[in-house]
């Protein structure tokens, strides 16, 4: 940290960064003229991040941040000063002589709004965490006082968030880098305009292409083979033939439910392992169709299937957090507060024209996001069926509520209902005069594409 110490005294005697009002300029350099270019190195992901390195970027990105944090003798200090620093950047904003682009200003906007919201008081007891805290033992050296392990996700987070705030988000990167404050198409009429910015958006589109061609796509050719070779894995180890695959009755006869199965299957980590089985010991709900699984690489070499395992194999503080509510979990995850916007058993109702019906509740799979996971005793949960005297009172309630004219049928997955039962129910709203818009909420194009025939 010595190189970033020197840095920082460095910049604290520069009047264009001084922090004691609201007409510091940003500086005139770019920390990362292309965050995923240039940088990409530095901010690959790792399992192991080097913090310092993070820090180091972190601190550039916003100096005076850095200085109202490290001066601070006390936490609240922090969050009053930072609090007279957003203040100030607001302002700025709205200076008369502020020539940052349009876009610029509105992403400083935006970045301001978030940073209050996750510095205020009432959101860190919410989400029992501070991560002001955090950041201001980080600008302390002070590692070791922090509870929680720093990712390089959080970094990369506020390292964006502090460059957001001062309007260096770099949205036209390679005209900051070189001197021009501005797009050239923003001072040109008519066609001319259109060819400049026509130029502009071919030079981002390809850097777009180049950048989204690291995630390969369902389609290649590569990745048809990946599934196949995965598909013929699986059938062989459940016995199961290719005609057994395309039978969504087969797959939901085979969700693998078990950590064994799992790991027989697919690769996980320790920390994975222990928090699958933890969830199967303690009654987590947990599930994985054969089909979703496929779509995971069968080892940890590869980097491509992160976004597929995340949602749905929990981590271990999402199984130890249901665990720990197990017994309130109805009350400590209903972060939609359901409880106290559900007029009757199964209709959920917060927006004058719309209402949500769940007749049904269990899925093919758990997806450990989920705002109803409360709800949900188990994957694929025989009793999951509303009883029908509750379903009629339900119904009643869509038709002595004519402003109600859009209807959302979810659960759990009303998809996973039975073809007749859900055909009942759907003709049944369909035919109240006033609902004028039926939707579906399911998983089941993703999870199990064999149920749409």
């Known amino acids: 940290m010595a190189r970033m110490e020197k840095i920082h005294r460095d910049r604290s005697q520069d009047p264009d960064l001084r922090e004691t009002t609201g007409t510091s300029k940003p500086p005139d350099i770019v920390v990362f003229d292309d965050m995923f270019e240039d940088g990409a190195a530095v901010l690959e992901p790792q399992f192991e991040p080097n913090i310092d390195t993070y820090l180091d970027t972190l601190w550039e990105a916003n100096p005076i941040i ?30 008369i002589d502020n ?18 919201s996750i510095i205020g008081p009432i959101n860190e007891k919410r989400a029992n965490f501070s991560a002001l805290s955090c950041l201001w033992h980080l600008a302390k050296d002070r590692i070791e006082a922090i509870d929680y392990p720093i990712s390089a996700g959080f970094m990369i ?22 001197g021009e ?35 390969p796509s369902g389609l290649e050719k590569s ?21 057994d695959w395309y039978d969504y009755s087969w797959q939901l006869n085979h969700v693998i439910r078990t950590a064994q199965t799992l790991i027989d299957l697919i690769d996980l980590t320790e920390e994975k392992q222990m928090a ?24 940890l070499s590869g980097s491509g299937d992160h976004a597929v395992r995340a949602q749905v194999i929990p981590s271990p503080d999402y199984v130890n957090l249901m665990v720990k509510h197990k017994k309130c979990r109805d009350t400590a995850f209903d972060f939609m507060g359901e409880h106290d916007t559900s007029p009757v058993d199964l209709v959920t109702r917060r927006y004058p024209l719309i209402a949500i019906l769940k007749p049904f509740n269990t899925c093919a799979q758990i997806c450990v996001y989920c705002q109803r996971n409360w709800e949900i005793d188990q994957v694929l949960d025989p009793n999951a069926m509303a009883d029908k ?29 039975k073809d007749q039962a859900l055909e009942d129910i759907l003709k049944a709203l369909s035919d ?22």
């Open 157 to 178: 987070e506020f390292i964006h968030l502090f460059m957001g705030i001062v309007g260096r988000s770099s949205i036209y990167h390679n005209r900051v880098r070189r």
């Open 276 to 299: 699958v089985r933890k969830a199967y010991e303690h009654g987590i709900p947990f599930g994985i169709t054969p089909y979703y699984l496929s779509l995971m690489e069968p080892d």
């Open 389 to 417: 005297k509750i379903l009629d009172q339900a119904m009643a309630w869509f038709e002595k509520h004519p402003s109600v004219g859009e209807v959302l049928v979810t659960g759990g997955d009303p998809c996973i209902m």
């Open 181 to 215: 404050k501005s797009p050239a198409f923003l001072k040109l009429k008519g066609r001319e305009a259109a060819d400049a910015r026509t130029r502009v958006l071919d030079e981002l589109g390809e850097k777009l292409k180049f950048h989204m061609a690291r995630y």
């Open 66 to 95: 850095y200085r109202i944090l490290k001066d601070s003798e006390d936490l609240e200090t922090a969050r009053d000063r930072m609090y007279d620093y957003i203040a100030a950047e607001e302002r700025r904003i709205f200076d």
């Open 223 to 243: 990745q048809i083979e990946f599934r196949v070779n995965n598909r013929k894995r699986i059938l062989k180890y459940f016995g199961g033939t290719d005609t």
């Open 99 to 116: 020539d940052q682009h349009i876009l610029e200003k509105a992403t400083a906007r935006e970045s301001i709004r978030v940073l209050r």
């Open 432 to 453: 109240m005069e006033h609902i004028y818009r039926i939707r579906i909420g399911t998983r089941t194009p993703v999870v199990l594409p064999m149920r749409w025939t």
